[in-house]
């Protein structure tokens, strides 16, 4: 070989890969419906949808979905710790199905919660959904009572707002030229029937004590039964008015307290005062 001689050799450098950079987010969850109605007992679902928000370079993650806030007295799925996972792809939607279903003897009214997503991935990154509402809701009474008759009668309440820590009265007249033979109350939140006997008597009154110990808006609904002209029973017919309501509060005690409770009080006072004036009495002897 010709040590003269120069050797060119073609050389192409080649770039390193590029790894694409991770950056995590907090997932979007949103929920519909965000309201609905249903009667105590009734399973009603709320379809949540997941969104993955990480870069490109993350890759497929995984999220942990449950209720939370689950109310008093509900059965909520899926809820903690029996959550519920998803996977997806970065820029990706999901959805999970979230199923509240209340008791059978719980209070009509509102009931708010919501469903979270957790990021595992990304430590404790999170996002909850806009409040959800389940209004729970007690149908009227389908059936009637289930003998005699009536003509006419009244409903009312010795209250419209209560304490769980108090009773109140809810009280029917029933009125019949020709006799009542009893009275009804149907209380909704339980669905149960109470009777009253009248002994055919034209106009006849009684008053049921009750004690509502849960927060919420109960409904009672009146019936009466009477006699036609010949004696016989007539057909059910409501009260006027059909039904009233009764705002039940938790712990709050109301201003309009009876005067019995009142009169016992002013009593225990003056006995105390009696006490300490007859101490102070026998220290001066």
Request: with cysteine; glycine share 8%; net charge neutral.
């Amino acid at each position: 070989m010709d040590s003269n001689k120069t050797v060119v050799a073609n050389f192409s450098p080649t770039a390193p890969p590029i790894t694409p950079v991770c950056t995590r987010s907090a997932p979007t969850i949103t929920m519909s419906p965000l309201i609905r109605e249903g009667v105590p007992g009734q399973v009603l679902t709320y379809t949540t949808s997941v969104k993955n928000n990480d870069s490109a370079g993350c890759g497929v993650s995984r999220f942990e979905v449950a209720i939370t806030g689950c109310p008093l007295k509900f059965t909520c799925k899926p809820t903690h710790p029996e959550k519920q996972e998803i996977s997806l792809e970065p820029n990706s939607t999901g959805t999970v199905v979230a199923y509240l279903t209340p008791a059978t003897d719980v209070s009509d009214g509102y009931y708010v919660f919501y469903v979270t997503a957790y990021h595992p991935s990304a430590g404790l990154i999170y996002a909850k959904t806009t409040p959800g509402t389940h209004i729970v809701k007690r149908q009227a009474p389908t059936s009637t009572p289930p003998v005699d008759g009536t003509t006419t009668g009244t409903l009312s309440s010795s209250v419209t707002t209560a304490s769980s820590v108090q009773t109140f009265t809810i009280t029917i007249t029933g009125k019949d030229t020709d006799g009542v033979r009893g009275l009804w109350l149907y209380r909704a939140n339980l669905g149960t029937w109470s009777y009253y006997g009248c002994n055919n008597q034209k106009e006849c009154t009684n008053k049921w004590t009750i004690a509502e110990t849960l927060p919420g808006k109960y409904a009672y609904y009146g019936y009466v039964t009477g006699n036609d002209s010949s004696g016989l029973s007539q057909s059910p017919v409501k009260t006027s008015p059909s039904e009233i309501y009764v705002n039940v509060v938790l712990g709050r005690i109301s201003m309009n307290g009876s005067q019995q409770e009142i009169n016992n009080l002013s009593s225990m006072i003056a006995s105390l005062k009696d006490i300490i004036d007859n101490l102070l009495e026998s220290f001066k002897r």
